[in-house]
């Protein structure tokens, strides 16, 4: 990146040195003393007697400058900003002239008083949550809303999205749009890409914690949306993105904002390298809409058993598996322990249908001094094993409706084919509220030329 500004700025001298030069031979002008550098950071009392109005001017004649004044940057010769919160602000400078870069004393800006009326717009409270709040945003990588967690676009493309068309605006001639169904192997890997946080608790600062990208982790800075402009300013911190197309953006903190809702969020960055410029528009979902999540419902009707494929938010699952806090299960040993359930339907009514060459004395003896218990604090897992103890922790899935034990299994039967030696199981069969009672089918082995699970039924012990 900062190769990238260097760079920049070298262009900028170079175009104000040609357009300067009538002569076939070029040379830099002469580099300006700091004290030839005019320029105003004037505070509108009128506007705002806290001084958040602040006006900037450059005076100097023949010079670039590049205000950057801590909430967002700017590079116009006169230019308005505000902020909404009291503090002391620096406002840094620097001028590009015919014979170099003149770097200015930084100025402190001094606001006394709050003045919230430039963060409570609709969109500011949609992306944040409102002055005293904050708000957390996940990349939407399993298609919760959108049809997957990147778009592409023409460089003219512009606010607003239309779901229903699935196309938005245009500004200029480089007009198109391709929104492709997520497929992990070339477009957005799965996996958990962490949180990006925008937070108006005394200032406009944003936090974001990259899972998967390890040469950036948690950044923290600052913010500015502008609600009319439609774009969103990030320094000291990046949208959440993906490792493939870290290294194609030149600037991921000059951000279009394509579409922004309570729940979800569409954020544009220009690839500027690659495969040549267009926008990358990164697609998002607020975590708490995530985590809220219910997966529609398979038909109803006899096509499917009753509870196959149960509609459940993750705090759902979780307190299915747990109770109020922490909940044993074992195996339905004299009940219907294992089924075979092909395109939503089982067949078992009880273990003597798949006795011997499925269920048998192996498995009665296994399950009989054996449990696994979820615990709610601290997502943890124990399962015991005629005595002995395994533990760890697990996580939830609720788009998939999986379960993921981390490096532990289910109940062992080592030696027989059905012995589940998984570590992530899906949740075949449940019943929303009734689970004490009815108990779970837990999925371990898919066969999807048949559309076919084998199952585990757990009941509470």
Not at 181 to 190: E, F, G, T
Request: one cysteine or more; charged letters at 20%; hydrophobic letters at 35%.
């Amino acid at each position: 990146m900062k190769h990238l500004k260097k760079f920049i700025w070298v262009v900028l001298i170079g175009i104000s040195f040609i357009t300067s030069c009538q002569k076939e031979t070029y040379e830099l002008g002469r580099l300006l003393d700091k004290s030839e550098i005019k320029f105003e950071v004037v505070q509108d009392l009128v506007a705002d007697p806290g001084g958040n109005t602040v006006i900037l001017i450059n005076k100097t004649p023949g010079t670039i400058a590049k205000w950057d004044y801590g909430t967002g940057k700017s590079m116009k010769d006169r230019d308005t900003i505000r902020y909404a919160f009291k503090g002391d602000y620096t406002v840094n400078l620097s001028f590009a002239t015919d014979g170099g870069i003149v770097e200015a004393d930084p100025v402190t800006v001094k606001v006394t008083a709050d003045n919230l009326n430039y963060v409570s717009d609709p969109l500011w409270i949609a992306l944040s949550g409102g002055p005293g709040n904050e708000k957390s945003w996940v990349l939407d990588v399993t298609a919760k809303y959108f049809a997957g967690p990147l778009f592409f676009a023409g460089t003219n493309n512009e606010w607003p999205y239309t779901k229903e068309t699935e196309s938005f605006g245009c500004g200029g001639s480089d007009c198109w749009n391709w929104n492709p169904q997520n497929d992990p192997s070339w477009l957005v890997p799965s996996g958990d890409y962490g949180t990006m946080t925008f937070s108006l608790k005394g200032g406009p600062f944003v936090k974001t914690n990259h899972l998967m990208l390890s040469g950036r982790g948690q950044e923290s800075g600052t913010y500015y949306l502008d609600k009319d402009k439609k774009t969103l300013t990030m320094t000291g911190a990046t949208p959440l993105h993906d490792t493939f197309r870290d290294g194609c953006v030149g600037e991921w903190g000059k951000i279009r904002v394509m579409s922004l809702t309570e729940n979800t969020m569409q954020l544009a960055v220009l690839r500027t390298s690659c495969e040549g410029p267009c926008l990358l528009i990164y697609n998002f979902i607020s975590k708490e809409y995530s985590d809220n999540w219910v997966p529609p419902a398979p038909p109803a009707g006899d096509d499917f058993d009753e509870g196959f494929n149960p509609a459940l938010s993750s705090n759902e699952l979780v307190d299915m598996l747990t109770g109020t806090s922490t909940r044993t299960w074992g195996l339905d040993v004299n009940g219907n322990p294992v089924d075979w359930v092909a395109k939503g339907k089982g067949w078992t009514a009880g273990q003597g249908d798949s006795r011997d060459w499925g269920w048998n004395d192996s498995w009665v003896a296994a399950a009989t001094n054996s449990w696994i218990k979820f615990e709610k604090t601290g997502l943890k897992y124990t399962r015991s094993q005629n005595g002995t103890l395994t533990s760890g922790t697990f996580s939830v899935d609720a788009s998939t409706n999986e379960i993921n034990l981390g490096s532990n299994t289910l109940i062992q039967n080592a030696g027989h084919w059905m012995n589940p030696t998984q570590t992530t199981i899906k949740v075949i069969k449940a019943f929303k509220g009734e689970e004490a009672t009815k108990g779970i089918w837990l999925g371990t082995a898919y066969d999807s030329t048949k559309d076919e699970w084998l199952v585990f039924h757990y009941i509470t012990q």
